[in-house]
């Protein structure tokens, strides 16, 4: 229940910043997968993530979060409570 | 589910809203249900419920599930239309496909709820998807203009420029062409640049340069950077690129070697300059090197002959002297105080520094755009010419009108030391050749009187150019200045506390650049100080004067339309003033005014004794002096505080009363106001016992005005003593009439109230 629950917010965020369509993004997106995914976006992205779930992130953190599932890893180990 | 009835709309809201958030939304709907047939009473729960509801149908919106959506839209409607309703129904229409009403529902929940960022943002989708570009561009700025997050601000730069890009039809008035050079990631500072330059309605091509080739940009003529033709070049090389040893390890060297490694790294920036000035006309602006947060020595760094500090400083202090001798075309961006105001350790954020170098956090980009638009709408000529203040709530707390010149707030206490701190920056805009001007809502004599005689204000009358006090509403007012000054009205800055006045003038004069200030008079400083509009490249002399010079030229226009009225007839003209002289003696509010004429007035001044202001306050609190103070208004206007004489008499009932002091402004001079100022002197010493009046005249060089005084007033000349000749009037004999032109209004009967 809750990964369901994170993973439709984190799918949301993403595609609400990349600026792509809600269903374009999906458990296999990752910075390989899609398109508008670029470096750039990718800090966007970072800084929309944090803002959403009033986290801040490492550095390493940062790195290791370049997809979906990765993302719904960091969150989980911040102890995200949706 | 009858017992709902009983629930609590807030329970019920917030119990709705924890299931919305785990997307439970039949739960969350039965949590809303009891209220839908039984709505709440008041208005403020049933526009929660409304607000509720709509979240709900959002959420079905997102899921596609159009008639549950439709459903409980249309229940939330019969509750409230609030902005949230009107932006759910936005979005459901969107979603099927109903563009035309989506759009109008944004615009009505906007005009209801002008500051909500995220529908600026579904709007301005919409019209993108309907290829209304110019409309979808200028939604996207509006919701940039009302404050929206980094990751928005970084996407809807990317969409304007998309949408709305510079093109050979943009108007040259409009548009600028920037290069970015430097040493880090400049991607984001071109987002916030194009946002900032669109909001001040400027149309940016901005060019960045490749990652860190600043260097191979400059120095070769055929450079994508010269072939791009620049208005503007932003250098913004970080120091430790350039001369890293006096980041890292400074007192490695000796101070010889640190002195020339300073001069050396100022002089290798100064080559840069030159190739630059050599292949571009452009603007270029220099970032200066901003002294790090820590220096290895720490808290010795001042203690050590020539520490870090002192080196970073040498560098900038080198390249400014240079700058204004070889390069007139380069100023300089001071990142000590640019990023001083947002703290230097929310400059960078380390972790995008190392990922991404990364240099600027969405704070120093907002600093930094800010600053860089100071200088880019100098040079598009976008400077405005003239500050346009309201009285009350905006120079000083409260309405005159209503608490008096004494109730308002403006001193050296709070609330009065924000207005005064606000007073000293709009002070010294105007020595920086910004015109000042006055328009508000008001009683001209209650206002003028503060701008003149209240202690504490440090802007006076003549420090206006124009000044509109008077019941016209404030467009008309801000015409009537821009007319008089012979400006556009865009060149005006209109500032006013009042969000009512400031949207209608925003509304009909959009020319007009028209300053809300906060609701909090701390913060009317700082809101003055970021404006951006009143910069200029050079600073001249003549700038330095303006203000001063065109408010001479009101007060010679008023000279000379009254010499032009006075040679139609004197009789006649003054009659026509409706000359009102108000004589009182000093209190508190009027002693230090009173010093200070008895210390300037020169012409007509019938004994120049320069009383200090103690002196005076002590004739004040004597039982055997009076200090009249004497202010005068006509159909034009209050003139003030512009009359002082001192009586004084040796016990009550003594025989001879003898005038001290005497005095009017010059600007009051030739209206009967001396003798109106006689008339009351002479009345209170007859009514105190006294049979003779005595007046003295100590000639001057400049007092040739005052010495006919008492010669036409009916005393007769008894002698010289040491100082001047003695005049007596023989109060039995003679009463002194106030001229018939004007009316005297005297408060109490001065002396015989002791």
């Known amino acids: 229940m809750m990964n369901n629950l994170l993973h439709e917010r984190v799918c949301a965020v993403v595609a609400e910043t990349l600026g792509t369509a809600p269903a374009d993004i999906s458990a296999d997106s990752s910075t390989q997968s899609v398109a508008a995914w670029s470096s750039l976006a990718h800090l966007r992205l970072l800084s929309s993530l944090e803002q959403a779930f009033g986290i801040r992130f490492t550095m390493a953190e940062m790195t290791s979060m370049t997809s979906v599932p990765a993302i719904e890893r960091v969150l989980e180990a911040h102890g995200v409570d949706v | 589910m009858s017992e709902g009835a009983h629930l609590d709309v807030g329970l019920a809201v917030h119990i709705a809203q924890y299931y919305l958030a785990r997307r439970r939304l039949n739960e969350a709907r039965a949590a809303l249900a009891p209220f839908e047939d039984a709505p709440p009473q008041t208005l403020a729960e049933r526009r929660a419920l409304a607000d509720a509801l709509a979240s709900l149908a959002s959420a079905h919106t997102l899921r596609r599930d159009f008639d549950l959506a439709r459903d409980v839209l249309a229940t939330a409607r019969t509750l409230a239309e609030t ?400 007319e008089e000054l012979n400006i556009g009205l865009d060149s005006l800055v209109f500032v006013d506390d009042n969000p009512a006045e400031c949207a209608l003038v925003r509304d009909r004069l959009p020319e007009v650049l028209t300053v809300e200030l906060p609701p909090d008079p701390a913060l009317y400083r700082s809101t003055l100080l970021s404006l951006t509009d009143f910069e200029t490249l050079t600073l001249s002399d003549e700038d330095r004067q303006r203000g001063q010079l065109y408010a001479q030229r009101r007060e010679r226009q008023a000279w000379e339309a009254s010499q032009a009225h006075a040679s139609e007839g004197l009789g006649d003209y003054l009659s026509q003033l409706d000359l009102i002289v108000d004589i009182a003696e000093a209190d508190e509010f009027a002693l230090p005014r009173v010093a200070q004429l008895l210390s300037k007035t020169n012409q007509f001044n019938v004994t120049t004794r320069r009383h200090t202001e103690a002196a005076v306050r002590a004739f004040a609190a004597a039982a055997d002096a009076t200090v009249y103070a004497a202010r005068v208004r006509d159909r034009f206007g209050d003139h003030g505080l512009v009359g002082a004489a001192i009586l004084t008499h040796a016990a009550p009932g003594d025989l001879v009363w003898e005038i001290d002091s005497l005095l009017l402004s010059c600007r009051i001079m030739g209206r009967g106001v001396e003798t109106a100022m006689l008339s009351v002197l002479a009345a209170d010493a007859k009514a105190a016992g006294a049979l003779r009046l005595r007046g003295i005249i100590i000639p001057t060089a400049k007092n040739a005005p005052a010495r006919t005084l008492y010669s036409a007033h009916g005393f007769t000349h008894s002698g010289e003593d040491a100082e001047g000749q003695v005049w007596e009037l023989d109060l039995r004999a003679t009463a002194i009439q106030a001229p018939p032109w004007l009316t005297l209004s005297v408060r109490d009967a001065v002396v015989a109230r002791r």
């Open chain 2, 83 to 482: 902005p949230a309703v009107l932006c759910a129904g936005a979005a459901l229409a969107a979603a099927t496909q109903q563009l035309d009403v989506a759009i109008a529902g944004w615009r009505r929940a906007l005009s209801l709820e002008p500051s909500n960022d995220a529908a600026w943002r579904d709007l301005a989708r919409a019209f993108e998807t309907m290829g209304d570009a110019s409309a979808a561009a200028a939604a996207y700025l509006a919701s940039a203009r009302h404050g929206t997050s980094h990751a928005n601000m970084l996407a809807i730069a990317e969409r304007v420029a998309a949408l709305a890009p510079a093109s050979p039809d943009t108007r040259a008035a409009e548009r600028i062409r920037i290069a970015l050079l430097g040493s880090s990631t400049l991607d984001h500072l071109r987002a916030y640049l194009e946002v900032a330059c669109r909001l001040d309605g400027l149309v940016p091509d901005i060019y960045l340069g490749p990652f860190g080739q600043y260097a191979q940009e400059i120095l070769n003529p055929q450079s994508a950077l010269y072939a791009f033709e620049p208005d503007v070049v932003v250098l913004a090389v970080h120091g430790r690129t350039l001369f890293p040893e006096l980041y890292d390890a400074p007192f490695d060297l000796s101070v010889a070697e640190r002195k020339s490694a300073a001069a050396a790294a100022a002089d290798g920036v100064a080559d840069l300059l030159s190739q630059l000035s050599s292949h571009t006309a452009a603007l270029v602006l220099l970032h200066t090197f901003g002294v790090p947060q820590y220096s290895s020595l720490s808290t010795l760094d001042l203690h050590d002959e020539f520490g870090q500090t002192a080196i970073f400083q040498s560098i900038n202090h080198a390249l400014a002297e240079r700058i204004r001798r070889d390069f007139p075309f380069v100023r300089l961006v001071d990142e000590d105080r640019v990023f001083g105001r947002i703290g230097k350790r929310h400059v960078t954020d380390t972790r995008m520094w190392y990922l991404a170098r990364i240099g600027f956090t969405e704070a120093a980009l907002e600093a930094l755009s800010e600053e860089y638009l100071r200088y880019i709408k100098a040079l598009k000529g976008r400077t405005r010419k003239c500050l346009v203040l309201d009285l009350d709530n905006t120079l000083w707390g409260g309405v005159v009108a209503e608490i008096g010149p004494h109730g308002i707030a403006v001193g050296h206490e709070a609330p009065g030391n924000a207005f005064r701190a606000f007073q000293e920056a709009i002070l010294s805009l105007s020595k920086r050749g910004v015109i000042l001007a006055i328009n508000s809502k008001n009683n001209e004599s209650d206002a003028m009187q503060v701008l003149q005689e209240h202690p504490d204000m440090v802007v006076r009358p003549h420090h206006f150019a124009s000044i509109r006090i008077n019941w016209n509403d404030k467009v008309t007012n801000l015409r009537s200045i821009a």
